[in-house]
């Protein structure tokens, strides 16, 4: 029987396709702000940072459109490692990394102030729906984070927790 084979990659055709692999990272001629590529931002001038902090953990709640995650904005410290995990649900109803995508894995440059991070592959977040993101660090206050939540009326970014050293396939205790 045939089978369908995948479309080819139209990026300067003028539309956002993104499922035929177009996104705001890999196709900006297409995908453009605000109307193919809406972020979540924090405004908060109140950053903090903590030397016993290796990572983040953090829940996003989607609205009523389904999301295409493709990266993230970091603010980092000094040059390190980082990992990127997602997971369909919330992080705190599993533990094992194992059963995450991880969507990073490479070193990262703290050049300049926020570092744009693209994932390896796009993360698919369905309506009405939540995930999860940890974000994993080689060294210890590498980044600085914001303890407020926020949102685009596309999708909330809900206050996490920092963890620890990431030391094997299970999220590290909270170090705050």
């Not at 693209?118 to 980044?143: C, H, I, K, M």
Request: hydrophobic share 30%; proline share 3%; aromatic share 12%.
């Amino acid at each position: 029987a045939p089978t369908r084979a995948p479309s080819i990659f139209s990026c300067g055709d003028g539309n956002c396709q993104v499922e035929e692999g177009e996104g705001c990272g890999s196709c900006p001629f297409d995908c453009s702000s605000p109307s193919s590529c809406n972020m979540v931002s924090n405004g908060s001038s109140s950053l903090v940072y903590s030397s016993s902090s290796y990572g983040i953990v953090f829940d996003v709640t989607i609205g009523m459109t389904e999301l295409y995650f493709y990266g993230l904005k970091l603010y980092l410290l000094q040059d390190t490692t980082a990992k990127v995990y997602m997971k369909s649900g919330s992080f705190s109803t599993d533990s094992n990394l194992l059963n995450w995508t991880k969507v990073v894995d490479g070193s990262i440059s703290s050049s300049g102030s926020r570092q744009d991070l693209q994932f390896d592959s796009r993360f698919q977040g369905d309506p009405l729906s939540t995930v999860a993101f940890y974000v994993s660090f080689g060294t210890g206050a590498a980044f600085v984070y914001s303890r407020e939540g926020f949102s685009n009326g596309d999708a909330t970014v809900l206050l996490g927790k920092t963890i620890r050293q990431q030391t094997g396939n299970t999220l590290p205790s909270t170090s705050h």
